[in-house]
């Protein structure tokens, strides 16, 4: 295939992405199997990458971050992702992160972004509850104020790294009658927490080393220090703020992806004979390969120019919804093509395509469906 290079890889960027494949292959790879089994990742697992420097590398130094930029962490996820390493929730990590870089308080960061740059705070961000995922307003989950402390009760569902989750950012109502204005967000340390309670791991299609679960809280107290930036009612703000970010590490997840399975099966079918020769040499396959090869090239520019506006800080709502959307999108059409050449062995479990394919329907689904991104796309018109 011919070599396409991205235009924000430099020297330094090639040396961490080395390393990160390295780290792996070794530390991720030969795990996969069990992870998959207990659907959750190993706490340690997550220490070693902080020790290496991969977690929150787009956060400053002063915070005990890498201090690098979102390169950085488009190329750690591309590394597992094309490998169809899905289990790590590094996304809601580092965007768990970046709520309380961008929103906390100067004490808040001080407390919690070193850890969660070492790993030995596993970040999680909880929107979703059983009644209502796509429209936020209509949540229930409450926090009544009782002097220095706030009480909350309530439940939230198919929560990312939940189980593994130390430090939660949990969306709240604070008044029930301010509309977007009444959400609030609160930092939850979740060791010990009276009253909170993690539910069961959820069984899921694909992405079965992610822990996603169910989370309950009744009457958990947490001190009102812990209330984002220490202002009532500014979480829905807060929350927006931070899309584009979301959005573009999803069309990370999903270039990478697409390359990861046209690379997986152009080794298949050049190996593989059907009448007399190998599968490549077929009109057809050819034809299909062609045309993944050139969207998953289209695919890769557009993300590119995110990736790079991401890093500017220039990348706005709109175009993040349009890569969220369209990768996602074609991601599914892609691995659907791939998983075709593979014949009956792509709908088995253990080759990579399957699990490529299993993996990647979520993706039109979290993070805001395909039906709110072309909401928000068609409101820039
Ligand atoms: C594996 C997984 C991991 C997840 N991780 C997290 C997490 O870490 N944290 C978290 O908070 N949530 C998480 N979610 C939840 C996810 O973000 C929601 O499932 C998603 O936002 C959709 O919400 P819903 O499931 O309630 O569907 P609904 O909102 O009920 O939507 C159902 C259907 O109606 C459509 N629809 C809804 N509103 C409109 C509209 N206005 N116009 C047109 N169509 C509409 C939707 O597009 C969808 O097709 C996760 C979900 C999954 C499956």
Known sequence: MSSYK????????????????????????????KWREQQHLDKEFWRKAGAQGFLCTDLPEQYGCPGADFRYEAVFYEEQWRRGLTGMGQGVHSISAHYIFNHGTEEQKQRWLPKMASGELI??????????????????????????HYVINGSKIFITN????ELLVLVVKTDADAGSKGLSLLVLETENLEGYRVGRKLKKMGQKAQDTCELFFEDVRVHAS???????????????????????????????????????????????HAFGKPLMEQQNTRFKLAEVHALTRAAR??????????????LDNATASMCKWWLSELEQKVVDECLQLHGGYGYMDEYLICRMYADARVARIYAGTSEIMLEVIARDL
């Open 162 to 165: 939940g189980y593994l989750c």
């Open 6 to 33: 991205s235009r924000w890889m430099d020297e330094n960027l090639e040396v961490f992405r080395r390393s990160v494949s390295q780290f792996v292959e070794t530390e991720m790879l030969p795990f996969d199997e």
């Open 226 to 272: 812990q209330l984002l930036g220490g202002v009532e009612g500014r979480g829905f703000v807060q929350l927006m703020s931070d899309l584009p970010y979301e959005r573009s590490t999803v069309g990370v997840q999903a270039i990478a992806t697409m390359e990861g399975a046209l690379e997986e099966t152009v080794k298949y079918v050049k190996q593989r």
């Open 123 to 148: 970040g999680a961000i909880a929107m979703t509850e059983p009644g209502t995922g796509s429209d936020l307003q209509g949540m229930i989950t409450r926090a009544v104020k009782d002097g220095e």
């Open 301 to 314: 520019i557009f993300i590119d120019r995110c990736i790079e506006d991401v890093v500017t800080g220039t």
